[in-house]
């Protein structure tokens, strides 16, 4: 079988080397953090107890106690992040002006939803070397904060970045069996690069798995139309990651607040939602037993320290007593000092309020 051309580059990539361009999101995920030190309990530990619902020493902090696996082993966009094409022949743009890529206005990658079998060149992942992309990657991880794996392009996202958004949600009605098969087998081929992940990439703790499922105003399906046609395929990828052991964490833009039902039926145990549009405090009010939720807590550019330290205690407060949330925290980039004092106030304020909280 020859290598599809789309695939050429993975079959002859020195994977031994860094890819990502210095600066960009994907180097920055995958660059060594400084150890978190002076704590009594392992962040790792404490992190997975907020995730999972199991009394947290401490609210996390989100991202900054985390790992994050990005592997440039695998193409889902271009390696670099710069406009080209993916493994799925589909062509991406960055957009400097919003700090990420999409796919070029008018790609498309099939004739034909119909024709996806014929037409669609499928990854063939026996070329990529995960191997030593693995031990490089892992290089640069602190051992001591949960690793997760960033698994982006979720089922139904890939389905629409190869062709028009509106043939996609066409053909939830004209192709129903036929989308089935793409789903069933974009998961297929989730499950199989999640497993190198999971061999390859060192202790993985959890998936961060993305999949966009809405508007601002409401998610894109009907819960009976999720249910039908996104949720067997999705359901079994995201068993097979609690299967080996893992957490899930769900990236979805968009108004998805209606589908939190079918996420804790598949087995999501936290989600960071757009806040502004999904109510953060019904969200906790809810659902905050069953599921852990990381809120933006946005910090003004002229906050001073007494002001910062009031606006994480009142987060606390807020979120805390059911041990399943925890906020991410966004300050003024031209003032580090500004994070540094809302992540000690964070940590101090929230050990002592979860002592307090847990009869420690």
């Known amino acids: 079988m020859s290598t599809g051309k789309f695939m050429k580059q993975a079959a002859t990539r020195d994977y031994s080397k860094e890819w990502q361009n210095p600066g960009s ?22 992190y997975i107890r907020c995730v999972k619902g199991e009394q947290p020493y401490w609210m996390p902090a989100y991202f900054y106690e ?15 992040e710069v406009d080209g094409y993916d493994w799925w022949g589909v062509y991406w743009i960055m957009v400097e002006e919003a700090g990420g890529m999409i796919t070029k206005p008018g790609t498309r990658t099939i004739s034909d939803f119909a024709k996806w079998k014929e037409e669609l060149e499928w990854p063939d992942l026996s070329l990529v070397d995960f191997k030593t992309d693995g031990a490089k990657i892992q290089k640069m991880l602190d051992p001591n904060r949960p690793h997760i794996y960033e698994c982006v392009e979720g089922i139904f996202e890939r389905l629409h970045e190869m062709i028009p958004f509106d043939e996609s949600l066409v053909a939830f009605y004209e192709e129903p069996e036929l989308l089935e098969e793409f789903f069933q087998k974009m998961a297929d081929y989730k499950i199989e690069s999640t497993a190198q992940i999971f061999k390859h990439y060192g202790d993985v703790d959890g998936v961060l798995y993305h999949d966009d499922w809405g508007t601002q105003r409401s998610g894109f399906f009907s819960n009976e139309m999720f249910r039908k046609q996104l949720m067997p395929a999705t359901s079994r990828y995201l068993n097979f990651i609690k299967e080996h052991g893992k957490f899930i964490e769900l990236h979805s833009c968009g108004k998805n607040i209606q589908y939190v039902p079918e996420m804790l039926e598949m087995g999501i145990d936290m989600w960071t939602p757009q806040a502004k549009i999904n109510g953060p405090d019904f969200l906790y009010e809810t659902y905050g037993d069953q599921m852990t939720f990381a809120f933006i807590l946005e910090i003004a550019p002229k906050a001073d320290e007494a002001e910062i330290r009031k606006i994480i205690r009142d987060f606390v407060d807020h979120y805390g007593a059911k041990g399943r949330c925890m906020p991410w925290i966004m300050t003024d980039m031209s003032n580090p000092k500004q994070e540094l004092i809302a992540r000690d106030e964070l940590y101090n304020y929230s050990l002592e309020y979860y002592n307090k909280l847990y009869h420690r």
């Open 66 to 80: 985390t790992n994050t696996i990005w592997p440039d082993a695998i193409e889902e966009h271009p390696v670099p």
């Open 25 to 46: 999101f994907p180097w920055i995920f995958q660059r060594a953090k400084e150890p978190i030190t002076g704590r009594p309990y392992s962040v790792k530990e404490n």
